[in-house]
Antibody, heavy 118, light 108 residues
Framework: QVQLQESGPGLVKPSGTLSLTCAVSDGSISNTNCWSWVRQTPGKGLEWIGEICQSGSTNYNPSLKSRITISADKSTNHFSLRLDSVTAADTAVYHC???????????WGQGTLVTVSS | EIVLTQSPGTLSLSPGEGATLSCRASQSISSTYLAWYQQKPGQAPRLLIYGTSNRATGIPDRFSGSGCGTDFTLTISRLEPEDFAVFYCQQHDSSPRTFGQGTKVEIK
């Protein structure tokens, strides 16, 4: 079982940039299909943000596409999320997850709460 | 975007009872690309079922999934105390991947 751990600031100011990193252990980000970010709020539930795949290609949720960048660093076995121009609506628990070839998420990070507030 | 609608919103049941959870899609989904997750408070979702009916590693056989097209079902044959949680369906047939809003299975 792959272990994932999110890290990053818990508080971001409105109009600022949210940056999170997911550390992967007991597995290599080079050896599986795709690595995703999913966020969760009481109001909207679980929302897929986007993914970076083994090939280096990325896929983003169209609702967030203009503000998202997902990248991966194979040398450190991390992948990252950058979300620009945040508002209070971006306040959520952010999870990173490992996607299998069938698109299901087999392993998840515990999640990290990010609050957007001045 | 494919919308997944789960019902009921809440199920109040006793340990030992069976549970049937529904997930209806706004358009047809390949059975390969429908998954179910369980989430307990303060924890990450856990994969239960992938490909509509395949149990993930370590998932007890009291959990089963079925369905096709737009209608999918998660069945728990006999609820154990540790099964009470929120359950989500998810589709990955088309982008963006989407989740249902969840069904809470609570102790009656």
């Amino acid at each position: 079982q792959v272990q994932l751990q999110e890290s990053g600031p818990g508080l971001v100011k409105p109009s600022g940039t949210l940056s999170l990193t997911c550390a992967v252990s007991d597995g290599s980000i080079s050896n599986t299909n795709c690595w995703s970010w999913v966020r969760q709020t009481p109001g909207k539930g679980l929302e897929w943000i986007g993914e970076i795949c083994q090939s280096g290609s990325t896929n983003y949720n169209p609702s967030l596409k203009s503000r998202i960048t997902i990248s991966a660093d194979k040398s450190t076995n991390h992948f990252s999320l950058r979300l620009d121009s945040v508002t209070a609506a971006d306040t959520a628990v952010y999870h990173c997850a490992r996607g299998g070839g069938d698109g299901a998420y087999y392993d998840w990070g515990q999640g990290t709460l990010v609050t957007v507030s001045s | 975007e494919i919308v997944l609608t789960q019902s009921p919103g809440t199920l109040s049941l006793s340990p030992g009872e069976g549970a049937t959870l529904s997930c209806r899609a706004s358009q047809s989904i390949s059975s390969t690309y429908l998954a179910w997750y369980q989430q307990k408070p303060g924890q990450a979702p856990r994969l239960l079922i992938y490909g509509t009916s395949n149990r993930a590693t370590g998932i007890p056989d009291r959990f089963s999934g079925s369905g096709c097209g737009t209608d999918f079902t998660l069945t728990i044959s006999r609820l154990e105390p540790e099964d009470f949680a929120v359950f989500y369906c998810q589709q990955h047939d088309s982008s963006p991947r989407t989740f249902g809003q969840g069904t809470k299975v609570e102790i009656k």
